[in-house]
Every structure is written in C-alpha cells, then in structure tokens.
C-alpha cells in the first residue's frame, strides 16, 4: 500500500504565504517525479509546480511551474523522506483551490486526498 498524505493548507489573505507538505509512504520505489496540482469546482485538475530526481532520463534535478505561479511559489523536495513541499508567496485570490500531490514511480501515478487553499481578498 501507498499513501500520499498533504498538509499545510489554509485560509489565508491575499498577499500572504502558505507552506504544503506531502509524504508518500509505503510499498514505493523509484520516486521520479513528484508534484502539486489543483482543482477548483467545475474545472479540471491543473499542474502547478513539479521536481523531478532526473533519475530515469540520467540528467539533474528539474523543477517546472505552471505561469501562473512563477516567480510565487517554489517546489522543493527531501529525497530521502520521499516528501515534496510548495512555499507559496504573494497569494492571490485565484490561487484558492484545492491541492493535490501527485508521486510519480515508475509506471504508477499516486495521489493525496487534497488540501484546501483559501485565499481572501
């Protein structure tokens, strides 16, 4: 078993800052990619910042970011731990949301159950 567990979300107004966490625990190897999306009512999920070990394509460490958060939030991650964080600066509004980490190993995609953002005007 797998689990993905985030934490760190919030209410929070506009112009502050939030910190997400997630642990992916369990029968896992080979963590390549891991990452945050979004989701808000009535939209799809969208990707909003990921890090790759570089492991599987034998280049370095990648980070890459949705351009609407650039320069805002920044995606690190503990190997050894298998967990993967998002600092997120200079919130606005349409950052709230809820967000999900995603764990990429191998062939398989997993998921966290979600953390709800709020940001207040």
């Known amino acids: 078993q797998v689990q993905v567990v985030e934490s760190g979300g919030g209410l929070v107004q506009a112009g502050g800052s939030l910190r997400l966490s997630c642990v992916a625990s369990g029968r896992i190897s080979s963590v390549n990619v891991m990452g945050w999306y979004r989701q808000v009512p009535g939209k799809q999920r969208e990707a909003v910042a990921a890090?790759?070990?570089?492991?599987?394509?034998?280049?370095?460490?990648?980070?890459n970011y949705a351009d609407s958060v650039k320069g805002r939030f920044t995606v690190s991650r503990d190997f050894a731990k298998n967990t993967v964080y998002l600092q997120m600066n200079i919130l606005k509004p349409e950052d709230t949301a809820v967000y999900y980490c995603n764990v990429r190993a191998g062939p398989y995609d997993y998921w966290g159950q979600g953390t709800q953002v709020t940001v207040s005007s």
């Open positions: 890090i790759s070990s570089g492991i599987s394509t034998n280049s370095g460490i990648s980070t």
